[in-house]
């Protein structure tokens, strides 16, 4: 199934940084994480075509940034949330 697809399907996006560290640790679509390099780059281009905002790889997950792109999400009636994944 084309990740376009899976995104329109139920419209679940997380994305989870690193606390401390402040790095992209992963992002979800529907509950499936995206898992390779490759997968993880098409969900940032089509989270940037829905939001117009790019998703950074360095942000701390409560950085306005970052929540922005959460609450652009939530306007396009997507369930967005944002986590920290605790890797001290």
């Not at 899976?6 to 898992?35: C, M, V």
């Not at 993880?40 to 790889?57: N, W």
């Amino acid at each position: 199934m084309k990740l376009t697809d899976i995104i329109l399907e139920n419209k679940s996006i997380t994305l989870t940084y690193t606390d401390p560290g402040s790095t992209l640790y992963s992002i979800s679509i529907n509950g499936e994480k995206q898992r390779s390099r490759e997968d993880e780059d098409k969900a940032i281009q089509m989270i940037k075509k829905i939001t117009g905002l790019e998703v950074p790889r360095r942000a701390m997950y409560l950085s306005d940034e970052v929540q922005d792109i959460a609450d652009a999400l939530r306007k396009k009636g997507y369930d967005a949330e944002v986590y920290p994944m605790d890797v001290s």
